[in-house]
């Protein structure tokens, strides 16, 4: 333990670790904001002059939220459950969308509501007006709540404060978020050059006289590594929490980026056991980062590169978290679950191999 609060320490006293550790997760959830807000403004200026009915049998604080952010986005009139046929007949609109009794008390007890539409003809402001209001009732499921003095503050604001991000705002975002892997192997490097440091003095050999091994010094160092680590994760969730407002299952999302992290970590731990010049190790993690981050579709969609790229992007660890990123919205084995899985199984392969490897004395340059 006295090792790894004292490799802990000497982490966050390097300003260059900060650099890594705040200021480039801030830079990425900014880019993901901005970008994101040119989409919000072109989608809004789209979908303003769509306009369809929506019937509201709840008439609860959280449904009333719903229409009011439907109306942000399109335009929205009220119609009771015995005019929907008048009104679909009529044309005056070309879709209805019916909240029934209980959507709120089904968000509080954490049950998915099930939301009803109604048109005569198939058009786009039936699957926009149905996708948008599905999307605004999972943020809010975020926020659902039984505690009695903040559904008692609901009813007297008469408003829930919560902030919608468009639908399709969340694959941009993921798109940037991806660039967390590519910079989190040199996260890693930095932080864990205090490790190299070490070595390159001869400090595990010198320690060897101690009731602590060699690998010892290296798994604690490590540990405390990782740890720094999260950091950058946290600060990044908390930069997005901020700008975006809502930011869908933030616990999942911390997992992810921690696993993704104890790879870039138990990679670089490798690295350290094994190379034996601190000049090949950074040029072995540039490969590495870049190398991945291609494969992965981290700098690009895969949907612009060929067949047989897309199969050996699974070979890449950005590719399961590019993957886990892009269904964080829907939690499924397939979609997250499986990512969850493999980057796991990528982690601790890096890891034993660190730990098996015989360590290299670390050379001057």
Known sequence: MTIFLSVLGRIFKQPVNWVFMLIFPVIIAGLAYVNTSGDTVENDDVTAGMRFGVTDMDDSILSRTLVEQLKKRFTIQDVSEDDIAAVLTDSEVPWVLLIRDGYGPDILAGRVPELEGYSLTISDISSLGNVSA?????????????????????????????????????????????????????????????????????????????????????????????????????????????????????????????????????IVFALVSSLRDLGAASVVITMIATVFAMLGGLFWPLDLVPEFMKKLAWISPGYWLARGLGNIREITFEGFGLPILILACFSLIVLLFGGWKKIQPMEED
């Not at 070595?199 to 720094?228: H, I, N, W």
């Not at 901020?242 to 138990?266: D, H, I, K, R």
């Open 134 to 266: 599905q999307n605004i009732t999972r943020a809010l499921m975020l926020l659902g709540t039984e505690d009695p003095a903040i559904l008692a503050a609901w009813e007297k604001n008469s408003a829930v404060d919560v902030t919608i991000l468009p639908t399709d705002s969340w694959d941009n975002i993921a798109f940037w978020l991806g660039f967390y892997g590519f910079i989190s192997l040199y996260t890693s490097y930095f932080i864990i050059k205090t490790l190299i440091d070490d070595k390159r003095r001869g400090m595990p050999d010198r320690l060897g006289v101690l009731p602590q091994s060699t690998r010892s010094v290296l798994v604690q160092g490590t540990l405390a590594a990782f740890l720094a680590t999260e950091v950058t994760a946290a600060f990044m969730l908390i930069a997005l929490e901020l700008l975006m407002g809502a930011v869908p299952n933030t616990a999942a999302l911390f997992l992810l980026l921690s696993l993704y992290n104890l790879f870039s970590v138990g």
